[in-house]
T-cell receptor
Framework: QQPVQSPQAVILREGEDAVINCSSSKALYSVHWYRQKHGEAPVFLMILLKGGEQKGHEKISASFNEKKQQSSLYLTASQLSYSGTYFCGTEAGANNLFFGTGTRLTVIP | KAGVTQTPRYLIKTRGQQVTLSCSPI?????VSWYQQTPGQGLQFLFEYFSETQRNKGNFPGRFSGRQFSNSRSEMNVSTLELGDSALYLC???????????????FGSGTQLSVL
């Protein structure tokens, strides 16, 4: 039930854009996105519910395509503070959240 | 408002021993979930407790167990430790858990368990 994330790692220069993908083999009710900085707890970014809506958080936005059981996280004009590991969490109606293996994002000057 | 508190922060045990980890959720939160984090596997769901009842369980052996008290504090126990149990154990709290579908999780900083 663990969603699959891609890419596993990405290195960006400040100001560049990135896309992180998350896909599931099961029908989804919602997709959650979290960011974890090294040595810290994961921190909530956003939740997307069924309906294909797109949400935003500063220059970070995401989309959710429930027909394809996929979500994508878009990071535009990346900043050094965006560095960390991004996790998507998928909820397939079982009242619990399964997270992917994470995407390590490194932003360099 | 205090965040999610996990104790201890670090723990070193030897194979065969057992260990108990503690998690105090944010005041008012009734759902506590536990996750195992390892470099290759990401966040693996262990179980979720709500109002002192285990509501959901991941795919871990019976050596992993937990409980929740009336004040919503939760403990996780691992018996007969194996080398592969070395990991960061995170707990997360929310008011009603993922059941509400729009509930976000608040994570603690975790307990780093090393099994020698």
């Amino acid at each position: 039930q663990q969603p699959v994330q891609s890419p596993q790692a990405v290195i960006l220069r400040e100001g560049e854009d990135a896309v992180i993908n998350c896909s599931s083999s099961k029908a989804l009710y919602s997709v959650h996105w979290y960011r974890q900085k090294h040595g810290e707890a994961p921190v909530f970014l956003m939740i997307l519910l069924k309906g294909g809506e797109q949400k935003g958080h500063e220059k970070i936005s995401a989309s959710f395509n429930e027909k394809k059981q996929q979500s994508s996280l878009y990071l535009t004009a990346s900043q050094l503070s965006y560095s960390g590991t991004y996790f998507c969490g998928t909820e397939a109606g079982a009242n619990n959240l399964f997270f992917g293996t994470g995407t390590r994002l490194t932003v360099i000057p | 408002k205090a965040g999610v508190t996990q104790t201890p922060r670090y723990l070193i045990k030897t194979r065969g021993q057992q260990v108990t980890l503690s998690c105090s959720p944010i005041s008012g939160h009734r759902s506590v979930s536990w996750y195992q984090q390892t470099p290759g596997q990401g966040l693996q769901f262990l179980f979720e407790y709500f109002s002192e009842t285990q509501r959901n369980k991941g795919n871990f052996p019976g050596r992993f167990s937990g409980r929740q008290f009336s004040n919503s504090r939760s403990e996780m126990n691992v018996s007969t430790l194996e080398l592969g149990d070395s990991a960061l154990y995170l707990c997360a709290s929310s008011w009603d858990g993922a059941q509400a579908t729009n509930e976000k999780l608040f994570f603690g900083s975790g307990t780093q368990l090393s099994v020698l």
